[in-house]
Structures are given as C-alpha cells and as structure tokens.
C-alpha cells in the first residue's frame, strides 16, 4: 500500500511559478512510476507529467512542455511538479499517482496508476 499526500498549490498570477510537492508513504520501493493529473471543472482528469524507472524516463503533455518540470528524491519519497510559466487555462485540481507495474505505457493515463492522492488546487488568474 502506498499513500500520497500533496502539498503546495494555491494562487498564483500568470506567467508566475507554483511548486507542488507529493510526499509518498509505506511501500515506495517498489513504486515504478509516478505521475502528475489535473482535472478542471467540467472536465475530465488528463495526465501532465509522469516520471518512471527511477527518474530515467519522463513524460509530459503536450500543454505543458517547456513549462514543466516533474522531478523525484532519490529515495521516490517525494515528488515534485515545478510549474513556471503558467496560464489561466493550468488553474484545475492536481493529483499525484503511483503504481508498481513495470513497463512506460500508458504512463499519462488514469488507468495506470493504483494509488493516488486527495488533490491541490492551482488557480492562474490572467
């Protein structure tokens, strides 16, 4: 079992920068991939970043290429999504996920992570 807890988020301008951090708890040590969702009102939850293989492999959506930045501790206690640059169209509720399967696809879908986080609020006013 594997718990996430997600801090940071909040309000920011855009064209500012907002990091979120998610702290895992239990069995990390066998946690594969970990990645990063967001879901705006009205609209379904989509995948931003993910991070596998101990760092060797990230992935990011296309919206946020060039602006974001996922990133992992050494020991996967923590993972981060440093966010600059941002845009009102970012403002959503963020979640952290991991899951233990081997293996890099689907690594931005919902359905390939186990264990996931309650959720932060980013909001981007332009």
């Known amino acids: 079992q594997v718990q996430l807890v997600e801090s940071g988020g909040g309000s920011v301008q855009a064209g500012g920068s907002l990091r979120l951090s998610c702290a895992a708890f239990?069995?990390?040590?066998?946690?594969?991939?970990m990645g990063w969702f967001r879901q705006a009102p009205g609209k379904e939850r989509e995948g931003v970043a993910a991070?596998?293989?101990?760092?060797?492999?990230?992935y990011y959506a296309d919206s946020v290429k060039g602006r974001f930045t996922i990133s992992q501790d050494g020991a996967k206690n923590t993972l981060y999504l440093q966010m600059n640059s941002v845009k009102p169209e970012d403002t959503a509720m963020y979640y952290c996920?991991?899951?233990?399967?081997?293996?890099?696809?689907?690594?931005?879908?919902?359905?390939?992570?186990?264990?996931w986080g309650q959720g932060k609020q980013v909001t981007v006013s332009s």
């Open positions: 996920a991991a899951d233990y399967r081997l293996g890099n696809a689907g690594t931005l879908l919902e359905g390939r992570y186990r264990y």
């Open positions: 239990g069995s990390i040590n066998s946690i594969y991939c």
């Open positions: 991070i596998c293989n101990g760092g060797l492999s990230t």
